[in-house]
């Protein structure tokens, strides 16, 4: 399998960057780290092997971002204001400089994104927010509003609201979302959500499923036995929905 290591200082973040790239062209994706997760994560835990068929034959390219959870939504030590305008320059970084770079790896002209747990929240805003650049979205084991507390989460925002959050909840920003174009290109992606039956985001997926459709816009949720919320299971979803 095809594997490349990445590294450069990020001007958007100002602090370097790292990631992988597994394979060699086909249908590029970003991968997002589990919550406070590293690049390197998914090729440790078995997740990336277990896609290594599609790699192979040259239909799925990995780009394996790293996490700034740690400086962004978990980062208890500054104000919740702090967190959410960190996250942004997360955004930037992704927009700017990993897209450009996956340009230049890879000319099948689709880019999706995918993710687990906290990967599955940035997958899904990210589409969201920019869905002219993607055919396609994944979100499993998702929570799609950071703020939505279900036990033993927390608030990652500690009740701290304003209109940045609120363009960063998919299950916020949504229903109210009025804009043709942008509803439009929504619609032209594949939008994939899977989540255990007994998981805390269960109401979170469904919740943000039935927001999809009431905008008319299709998707595919699926409910796996038990809690699904770990490797052993992800290793099986991610061919079926990657």
Partial sequence: MHREYHKWYSNELGREMELLIFGHGGRAVIMFPTRMARFYDYENWGIVNALAHQIENGTLQLFCVDSLDAESFYNQSVFPSVRIDRHLQYERYLIDEVIPLIYQ?????????????MGAY??????????????KTVGISGRYDLTHAPDPFTDLLSGYRNELVYFNMPAQYLPNL???????????????????????????????SNQLW?????????????NAHQPHYWRKMAPLYI
Avoid: C
Wanted: glycine share 8%; net charge negative.
């Fill in 105 to 117: 790896k890879n000319d099948s002209g689709w880019i999706e994104t995918a993710g687990f747990s």
């Fill in 122 to 135: 940035h997958a899904i805003n990210l589409s969201m927010r920019y869905p002219h650049l993607f055919k």
């Fill in 178 to 208: 009025e804009d043709g174009e942008i509803i439009a290109n929504i619609k032209g992606m594949e939008i994939i959500l899977a989540v255990g039956e007994t998981d805390p985001f269960l109401d979170s997926n469904k919740t943000f």
């Fill in 214 to 226: 009431a905008k008319g816009i299709t998707n595919q949720l699926y409910t796996w036995d038990n």
